[in-house]
């Protein structure tokens, strides 16, 4: 009777084990990783997709997410990605425009007014030509977030005109038509991935560098900068990319359950974006650096110096890109 009772708790055991086993199985677990710090808005937003995704795969799909440069910086993921050793990753489009330089024809210099007109473009016409271009590259698009207007900072000197940037030393992404703009401006551009940065301008190494203002809150460069504009030189798009091949193989209900979670997801954290830009001015101010606005006359001169790049990225990518970036902008 003994062994009769042990053998039906093991059968039991074995029956349960092996059900928790199959239910596990069954639930596909995905990573994402970025290189922004934990409370930046993209990085909220990617907890707001892990909750979406939940909901919307009804508990099939779940997901890891790693800020914070948890799997390495902007540059390695992009590796990472194409490996297909990670699934998924949201960074600045700069990372990529060197695997898919179409991606230049939205980072030309003072084009967009503001992020209205940015999204217009980026949601439209456009956006579905460099989808297509990052896919042929093995990637999918999955969607735009804000980054921001992009703006320096330095330790030399307040920027009044353009004879302000002569000879800086400005870290800036790893996307020619930035260097290219900044060289322009008769600045020394230096590309650099941004976690190297705090310690380069800490140590001199540079003077100066440009992002968004929540990004330099975040990244506390107000401790190691002095000076603060509004040059609002580019605006910035995150892009939430997927390796193709990894994508393509979740069964179409599932593609679907991750797209509409991840739709959610940014368009909440457009919504937080636009809180997060004034508060992070504010905030830097706060913290005692010197802040100097951009006048109408300065920002035309800076215009008129960094016009050529337009036709410089036209050479690079062709002109239906360039061409229909201008024309959306019109509109």
């Known amino acids: 009777m003994k062994k009769r009772i042990i053998s039906a708790t093991l059968i039991v055991t074995a029956l349960s084990i092996f059900a928790f086993t199959s239910t596990a199985l069954a639930v596909k677990k995905v990573r994402i990783s970025g290189n922004f710090p ?40 992009v590796d990472q990605i194409r490996s297909g050793a990670l699934m998924m990753t949201w960074l600045s489009i700069a990372y990529l425009s060197r695997t898919v330089p179409e991606l230049e024809a939205v980072s030309l210099p003072f084009i967009f007014a503001d992020r209205e007109q940015a999204f217009k473009v980026i949601d439209g016409h456009v956006g579905d030509l460099l989808n297509e271009k990052l896919k042929r590259k093995g990637f999918i698009a999955l969607g735009y977030m804000e980054l921001g207007s992009r703006n320096v900072t330095n330790s030399k000197h307040p920027l009044k005109s353009v004879a302000d940037f002569k000879g800086l030393k400005i870290r800036l992404q790893p996307n020619e038509t930035h260097l290219n703009t900044f060289r322009a401006l008769g600045a020394n551009p230096v590309s650099m991935d941004i976690k ?43 892009i939430v990319v997927a390796n193709k091949s990894r994508f393509e193989a979740l069964k179409p209900e599932q593609q679907e359950a991750l797209t509409k979670a991840m739709n959610t997801a940014i368009t909440w954290q457009r919504n937080k974006a636009i809180e997060d830009d004034t508060a992070s001015k504010d905030e830097l101010i706060k913290r005692g650096m010197q802040f100097d606005p951009i006048s109408d006359t300065f920002r035309a001169e800076l215009q008129s110096k960094t016009a050529h790049i337009i036709d410089d990225v036209r050479k690079k990518v062709g002109d239906e890109l360039v061409d229909s970036v201008l024309a959306e902008i019109k509109k």
Do not use: C, R
């Open 38 to 77: 934990v409370e930046h808005s993209s990085s909220l937003a990617m907890e707001v997709f892990k909750k979406e995704l939940d909901k919307e795969s009804n508990g099939n799909l779940s997901v890891d997410v790693f800020p914070a440069m948890q799997l390495g910086g902007a540059g390695e993921n």
């Open 196 to 238: 190297e940065l705090y310690q380069a301008l800490q140590q001199k190494v540079l003077d100066g560098q440009e992002n968004p203002f929540a990004v330099i809150k975040a990244k506390n460069f107000n401790e190691v900068q002095k000076y603060l504009s509004d040059t609002g030189h580019f605006f910035d798009f995150i």
